[in-house]
Every structure is written in structure tokens, then in C-alpha cells.
């Protein structure tokens, strides 16, 4: 697998995702949207199947918090 | 003056017997000993039987009079029946204790994971069997008994240690006050609270965790097949994990984490016991079950080890070395290959075969050893008992995947125990063919078993000494090989040829193996007659060749024992 191969979302794909997770995170709740967010990175990171890609995500996902 | 508990100890289900102190107005006012070994527990034992079996004669102190309090490990591993195997153990063992291979792990009811461990016709041992430390202890002092090398001293407490080059002066309490005894060597195998590792004042490396588990042995009829059962986040302890192993005579081992900020006393008072394993049984659709309580106890999950098991003329071995989550069942078993790895070299080097520099090996190799369980029960250990907020997370997360996605399900798998490669062993040989084979244990590996017959298999043929695997064609070893074998056995240092693949006795090999079937040659990955191992005393490999010629077996003797040629070698 190469990584020049981009699979970016468009941005109808990503105005799609973003009210998904925004309504999936207040159905989670209080308390649970940390769960659910946790779940949710697992299933991504086995899709993506590139540990390496992962860590760079959660290192750009840890900036500017 | 040393007044050890001298009142049997209660159970329900094993019968103790309080031995006699060893007491010294009835012996040698001199007490001079080539081997002390501290401790008799299983650790110390097998350290005892080996080195009988090379020979070696040792005194065994032990302060208590009777075997051990309570099941504690209950779990052996294939490799620890093989070790116990070659100390005349592995029958008993196997003709009262309870096989196993499945683990399971439960999540809200769900059954979320099976591990399978591996088991096929190639292994006389299943992959674990659980017996009660108590009736392993007491097999394995029969076994002493019958070596008359061992001379096994109960109510015998070590007060204090000192040593110089030559030796270790050992100060020992009684039940009629103290003596002294000298030693050459003495092996620390006194476990988790070793008094030798407090008074030479060594630190341990490693990790400690927040976790402690209540273990909680209880006689109950269950319906249910010897295998492990884990249970995390059950409802009456939530946030934490219940496991159950099956022991024998309708024991069974409830083990649960406290919750937090409860104390031991909090945790073992009959009351709290009672309502939880209540609670536990009523989980598993057994509620309102009679059961009776055997014994308890409180550990904690640590993962340390001192960094270096040689200190002069003292030896360490087993928990007193190291401390391991019993996670994977690391204690005991980690223990024997210790105990193994030592005892070989100790006789060696106590006959004079060898240089003490030797004993160092058995430093590195099993040193590297513990680190390696260290990383690895870290591992488990984060999931049993999360250390942190982000990893507590992490593991309610896959606890609540699990029940619909199967690719979290090997998370629940903590490694076991497994018999560890010295890879990078000062005795493996340099100039031998080791990176040419395809297949088979490399260099530093144990042995791979191989079913010869019925109830026959490879490594029932394999004893005490270094043994070298012959895959020859020929009728006769050659002279050549013959003079190696017979110089070592010359200097002391026990040498055993067994021959593989002939149907006719092969002369001068100790003994001929078939292997009609070619099983040996394929998981050996022999390919062409003339190829041999040779393995260590411990079984380990420690050089293989896809052809052997005299020069090179002795190359890898003299590596493997450390010694050098002298002029009056083979070749002479």
C-alpha cells in the first residue's frame, strides 16, 4: 500500500461526516462521548490498517488543543 | 532461637504433615558443603534434583517444617513438564492434575474470546495442567529423597550471609538456636521475600501496579470443563477482572481485583469473601451452589527483576530473582527454566569443568529472560488493571467493541508462559551451520518434541547430559566423533549420542532412534544424512550443523562450557 494514493474526503463527504459525529456525540451523551470516540478511532485505525498513519494522526489530532 | 509453626496447617482437601527439624547437636559440629540451596520450594527442589542428577550433593534449608500454605501456583505450563519430566516428576503430575488448552473471556454475559493454545500428536504434555502447588512440592521431595544427595533441613532458617572469594559463611537458626555452615555456592531460591535479596540489600528493576487481586481457593461442585474462565467488568465488581481456574478434588481458584481503595483486611474478611463469590457464582448461573472456603490470599501484580543473578557466591533464582504478574502463569513456571538454566552450570563449574564465568550466562540468558516477560505482562497487566485514565479508556473500549467486533478479541489474550530463546547466548556456537537450516529450533531454542510411538517420544530419550542429535546414514559414528565424545566424558562433562534414522543400532551412539516416519528429520529441518544438534544439558540448542565433523563439535563443547582446549586435547 502506497500512501500517495489519497483517499480525502470531498467537502460534501466531509460536511456528511462532520453532522454525523456532531449528532453521534450528543446521542452518545455525557459521560459516554469519550467511550464513543474511542470505539470509533479502534474501528478507523483497523480499517486504515497502518499503524504508522494512525500515530501521525493522533500526533496532529494532540496539536493545538 | 528460630520456632517455626509446628502445627499442621488447616485444609480442606490435602493432608500436611509436619516434618522434623533438622537439628545440629545431632550431626558434624563442621559443617562444610559444596551447594547450599535456600528454599524448598518448587524453585529450590528442581535446582536440588538437577544438580543430583549431575552428581552434585546439596544441603536444602527450609524454615517452615511443612510444604507450602495454600494451592498458590496451581498452573504448569508444557515447558515446565518437560523440565519436570526429566526430575522424575511429570507422571504424578500428570496422573493427578488437570489438563488444559481453552481460555475464555466474558464480557456482559457474552463470551467475547476463546484462546485455543496449540496442542497436537507431537506433544506428550498439554498445553497447562493445574495440581495444587502443595502435591507438586510433596512429589518433588520424594523425588529428593530418592536421589540420597539431598539433604533437605526443615525448621533450618539462613539468619544471616556473608561471603568472600572462596566461598559463603551461612548462619542458620534452629529450634535449638544457631550454627554455621560453610558453603561454596549457595543458590537463593527463598522466593517473592527473599531475606538473602533484603540482607545483600539488592534492588529490584521494574514496575509495580496498582492492581491487587484476592485469590480465594473454595471446594465447589461446577459442571463445567477444565478452562480458564476471565470475566471483566462483571456487574458486582465493576471496572475490574474475576477470573476462575479448575484445580483438582473440586477446588476451584476464584481470583478477583479489590476495588479501589479497599485494604487486604477489608478485602479477606469472611463477610466480603462471602458475598462475592456469592456474587460470583450467581454470575455464572450457579447462585445459592454450597461451597466451603480453603484458603486466601492477596497479591499485587509486579513485573521487577534484579538486574544480575550472580552476586559473587550467590545465586538467585525463581521469585527470588524476579517478581512476575501471575497473569500468563509466570511465576513458577518462569521459575523451573531458571532453576534448569542454573543447575547444569552449577555442577559443571562446582566439579571444576567449567570457569564460574560460566555462571554468568546463566545471568544474561535468564535475566533477559525476565525482561522479556516484563514487556510482555505489561502488556496484560495495562488491560487487567489499567494504570491511567487514557488506558482505562482504551480497555472499556475494546471490552465494549468486542461484543460485536471480533478483531478486538485477541486483546483479551495475555501471552502465557512459553519456554524462551536464548538467541543471544555467549554458548551458542559461532562456527556452526545454525543460519543454513530452513527449520527446527535455532540457536539458544528448547527443543521441539517429536511422537516417536505410542507413548514414546523424543525428549524421553534426552537426559542430564549434552546431547547431541546424530542424523547419520552410517553404521558406526566415526572415531573422530567417537575421541569427542570420550575426552569429554574423560574430563566429567556427561555426553550422549543419540543416533536418528537408522533402523539398524548405530555403533558408538548411546542410542539409535528410527524415525521410520521421518518425523524427527522434518521438524529438525535435516534434509541430508550427517547433519546433527547439539543441546545443552538444558535441552537448549546451542549448535547445529548440516554437516558435523569432529573439529566443530568440539569447537561448540568448549563454547558451551566456556572452557578452552588444553594441550593434551582430542587432537592430540
Known amino acids: ?65 | 532461637m528460630h520456632q517455626p509453626h509446628d502445627q499442621v496447617r488447616p485444609s480442606i482437601y490435602y493432608r500436611y504433615q509436619v516434618f522434623d527439624a533438622w537439628l545440629p547437636s545431632r550431626h558434624s559440629k563442621t559443617q562444610k558443603h559444596q551447594v547450599v540451596i535456600a528454599g524448598a520450594g518448587p524453585i529450590g527442589l528442581v535446582a536440588a534434583l538437577e544438580l543430583a542428577r549431575h552428581g552434585v550433593a546439596s544441603v536444602v534449608l527450609e524454615s517452615e517444617r511443612q510444604v507450602s500454605e495454600g494451592s498458590r501456583a496451581i498452573v504448569f505450563t508444557r515447558r515446565s513438564m518437560e523440565i519436570l519430566q526429566q526430575v522424575g516428576v511429570a507422571d504424578r503430575i500428570t496422573q493427578n492434575g488437570l489438563p488444559w488448552r481453552f481460555g475464555n473471556s466474558f464480557y456482559r454475559g457474552q463470551r467475547v474470546f476463546r484462546m485455543e493454545a496449540p496442542f497436537d500428536d507431537n506433544d506428550r504434555f498439554f498445553p497447562m495442567i493445574n495440581l495444587q502447588q502443595q502435591y507438586l512440592e510433596e512429589y518433588l521431595l520424594d523425588a529428593c529423597r530418592a536421589t540420597g544427595l539431598i539433604d533437605l533441613r526443615w525448621g533450618n532458617k539462613l539468619a544471616s550471609v556473608s561471603q568472600d572469594a572462596t566461598g559463603a559463611r551461612l548462619e542458620i537458626d534452629t529450634p535449638e538456636g544457631p550454627y554455621t555452615l560453610q558453603a561454596d555456592w549457595l543458590v537463593a531460591a527463598d522466593g517473592a521475600r527473599s531475606g538473602i535479596r533484603s540482607a545483600m540489600d539488592l534492588k529490584l528493576e521494574g514496575n509495580s501496579y496498582e492492581g491487587r487481586f484476592v485469590i480465594a481457593d473454595i471446594r465447589v461442585d461446577l459442571p463445567l470443563p477444565t478452562e480458564r474462565l476471565a470475566f471483566f467488568d462483571p456487574d458486582w465488581n465493576r471496572g475490574n477482572t474475576v477470573l476462575m481456574h479448575r484445580e483438582p478434588r473440586s477446588i476451584w481458584r476464584v481470583d478477583y481485583q479489590l476495588p479501589e481503595g479497599e485494604t487486604p483486611e477489608q478485602a479477606l474478611a469472611p463477610e466480603s469473601l462471602r458475598q462475592r463469590i456469592d456474587a460470583q457464582l450467581a454470575m455464572i448461573g450457579h447462585a445459592g451452589t454450597p461451597w466451603e472456603m480453603d484458603w486466601c490470599s492477596v497479591y499485587s501484580a509486579r513485573a521487577l527483576t534484579l538486574p544480575d543473578y550472580v552476586h559473587g557466591r550467590v545465586l538467585f533464582t525463581g521469585d527470588a530473582a524476579h517478581l512476575l504478574p501471575i497473569f500468563g502463569v509466570r511465576g513458577a513456571n518462569t521459575g523451573f527454566q531458571d532453576a534448569q538454566g542454573l543447575a547444569w552450570r552449577l555442577a559443571l563449574v562446582a566439579q571444576g569443568l567449567a570457569p564460574a564465568a560460566l555462571l554468568e550466562s546463566y545471568s544474561t540468558e535468564r535475566v533477559g529472560a525476565a525482561r522479556e516477560i516484563i514487556d510482555e505482562a505489561g502488556k496484560s497487566t495495562r488491560f487487567m488493571t489499567p494504570p491511567t485514565q487514557g488506558f482505562r479508556l482504551l480497555r472499556d473500549a475494546v471490552l465494549s467493541l468486542s461484543l460485536t467486533q471480533p478483531f478486538v478479541g485477541p486483546l483479551y489474550h495475555w501471552r502465557t508462559s512459553r519456554p524462551h530463546e536464548y538467541r543471544a547466548s555467549p554458548l551458542n556456537c559461532a562456527g556452526d551451520d545454525n543460519a543454513l537450516f530452513a527449520a527446527g529450533p535455532g540457536h539458544g531454542a528448547p527443543p521441539a518434541n517429536v511422537q516417536l510411538g505410542p507413548d514414546d517420544y523424543l525428549l524421553d530419550h534426552i537426559d542430564h547430559a549434552f546431547t547431541l542429535l546424530y542424523f547419520s546414514a552410517e553404521k558406526a559414528v566415526s572415531e573422530a566423533l567417537l575421541a569427542v565424545a570420550h575426552a569429554a566424558r574423560q574430563q566429567g562433562v556427561p555426553f550422549s549420542i543419540l543416533a536418528i534414522g537408522s533402523s539398524e543400532t548405530v555403533h558408538g551412539a548411546d542410542q539409535t532412534l528410527a524415525d521410520t516416519g521421518s518425523a524427527v528429520r522434518l521438524r529438525y529441518g535435516v534434509r541430508a544424512a550427517g547433519a546433527a544438534y547439539l543441546l545443552r544439558p538444558d535441552q537448549h540448542v546451542c549448535a547445529r550443523w548440516m554437516t558435523l565433523d569432529a573439529e566443530r563439535l568440539q569447537a561448540a563443547l568448549q563454547t558451551a562450557t566456556m572452557t578452552t582446549p588444553t594441550p593434551s586435547g582430542v587432537h592430540a
Open chain 1, 1 to 65: 500500500m502506497t500512501h500517495a494514493i489519497s483517499n480525502a474526503l470531498d467537502v460534501a463527504g466531509l460536511e456528511n461526516v462532520y453532522d454525523a459525529l456532531a449528532t453521534a456525540i450528543d446521542r452518545a451523551g455525557e459521560g459516554k462521548s469519550e467511550l464513543f470516540l474511542v470505539k470509533l478511532a479502534l474501528l478507523n485505525a483497523h480499517a486504515l490498517g497502518d499503524p504508522q498513519q494512525m500515530r501521525a494522526h493522533i500526533d496532529a489530532a494532540l496539536q493545538d488543543l
